[in-house]
């Protein structure tokens, strides 16, 4: 979509530094870490956050978390926080549905 800045990562026009992509999702370290380790995954199709996930587009997140759960594996991490921020009030951002993933340092509950 124009004017979407993850649209942009995807396409090439804004570089990023890749972690793991395949044919529906991709995923890049995030621009402003919060964690020793903080990535985002994002599916291919623009969709504009959590609120629009109807049963229609809903495959794509499991495919998200299943894609998630693989980078773990390879990156080694044990313990690892997943986060999708859902509308301003909440924190997001970039209006692209991602899932940041962090880890390497103590969490706490509940979040801020
Ligand atoms: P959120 O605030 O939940 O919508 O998260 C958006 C995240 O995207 C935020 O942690 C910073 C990151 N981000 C924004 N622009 C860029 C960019 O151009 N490159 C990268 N790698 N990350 C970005």
Same mark, same amino acid.
């Not at 990562?9 to 972690?19: A, M, Y």
């Not at 959590?50 to 978390?65: Q, Y």
């Given at each position: 979509?124009?004017? /979407? *800045?993850?649209?942009?990562?995807?396409?090439?026009? *804004? &570089?990023?530094?890749?972690?793991?992509?395949?044919?529906? /999702?991709?995923?890049?370290?995030?621009?402003?870490?919060?964690?020793?380790? $903080?990535?985002? @995954? *994002? &599916?291919?199709?623009?969709?504009?956050?959590?609120?629009? @996930?109807?049963?229609?587009?809903?495959?794509? @997140?499991?495919? /998200?978390? !299943?894609? *998630?759960?693989?980078? !773990?594996?390879?990156?080694?991490?044990?313990?690892?926080? @997943?986060?999708?921020?859902?509308?301003?009030? !909440?924190?997001?951002?970039?209006? $692209?549905? $991602?899932?940041?993933?962090? !880890?390497?340092?103590?969490?706490?509950? &509940?979040?801020?």
């Amino acid at each position: 979509m124009k004017d /979407c *800045i993850f649209c942009k990562i995807l396409s090439g026009e *804004i &570089p990023s530094k890749k972690v793991f992509e395949d044919d529906l /999702c991709y995923a890049f370290y995030d621009l402003d870490p919060q964690a020793p380790t $903080h990535f985002l @995954v *994002i &599916p291919k199709e623009h969709i504009a956050s959590a609120a629009e @996930v109807t049963d229609n587009n809903s495959a794509i @997140v499991g495919h /998200c978390f !299943a894609a *998630i759960a693989k980078i !773990a594996r390879e990156l080694g991490l044990e313990s690892y926080r @997943v986060v999708s921020n859902c509308g301003e009030q !909440a924190g997001q951002s970039v209006f $692209h549905l $991602h899932f940041h993933v962090l !880890a390497g340092r103590d969490m706490t509950w &509940p979040p801020g």
